[in-house]
């Protein structure tokens, strides 16, 4: 069974460029959660859907920043335009009864 | 607003030593997870502890939970090199799967 899959794992962009992270579930799993982490804040929830929909953004740092979830296995993180204070790794991942389970992670370096 | 907080921080510590983190949380929750980070690389989960007294080993570690005094151990026995890490702890936020992370441990385990 494949774990959860990001793409891409490293993306460098200027400071106002769009940047579009994705994220593959686990088959199978219906909650997906969007993370931030960084050393002076941690690891940060960003966004949790549950069976597509949406269920706390209260976690996105600002208008900036979207996710979509178009189907069961797939979302994406947006954020449009970028700063250089969005630089960080994000984690997606999913959920199967009790366990969370994370993807690799993509590392967004804002120039 | 529920606040996890671990301690300590950073712990280097001589292979075959024992020591403990700890997480302490703020608000009443019925799920605490532990998960593993290695430099650059993705959170690997450890335990979910689901009850009050539950108590759960892998190896040299071992997890517990106190939901009474909102707290959980992580126990380390006899540590090892490969066990240089950083450890979150995470707690359940009301019913969904919301978790909120602590601030993390690094561990470093010296020969």
């Known amino acids: 069974d494949a774990g959860v899959i990001q793409s891409p794992r490293h993306e460098v962009t200027e400071m106002g460029q769009e940047v579009t992270l994705r994220c593959k579930l686990i088959?199978?799993?219906?909650?997906l959660f969007w993370y931030r982490q960084t050393m002076m804040r941690g690891l940060e929830l960003l966004i949790y859907?549950?069976?597509?929909?949406?269920?706390?953004d209260s976690g996105m740092p600002e208008d900036r920043f979207s996710a979509k979830m178009p189907n069961a296995s797939f979302s994406t993180l947006k954020i449009q335009p970028s700063e250089p204070r969005d630089s960080a790794v994000y984690f997606c991942?999913?959920?199967?009864?009790?366990?969370?389970?994370f993807g690799p992670g993509t590392r967004l370096t804002v120039t | 607003e529920l606040k996890v907080e671990q301690n300590p921080l950073f712990l280097s510590m001589q292979e075959g030593k024992n020591y403990t983190i700890y997480c302490n949380y703020s608000?009443?929750?019925?799920?605490l997870y532990w998960y593993r980070q290695d430099p650059g690389k993705s959170l690997e989960s450890l335990f979910v502890?689901?009850?009050?007294?539950a108590v759960k080993q892998e190896g040299r570690l071992m997890a517990s939970l106190d939901t009474k005094a909102r707290l959980s151990t992580l126990h380390i026995t006899a540590a090892v090199h490969d066990l240089s890490a950083t450890y979150f702890c995470?707690?359940?936020?009301?019913?969904?799967?919301?978790?909120?992370f602590g601030g993390g441990t690094r561990l470093m385990v010296k020969p």
């Open positions: 991942a999913s959920t199967w009864g009790y366990e969370q389970y």
């Open positions: 088959s199978g799993h219906n909650s």
């Open positions: 995470a707690v359940r936020q009301g019913a969904g799967n919301m978790l909120t």
């Open positions: 502890l689901l009850s009050n007294g």
């Open positions: 608000t009443t929750s019925d799920r």
């Open positions: 859907f549950n069976n597509n929909v949406p269920i706390d």
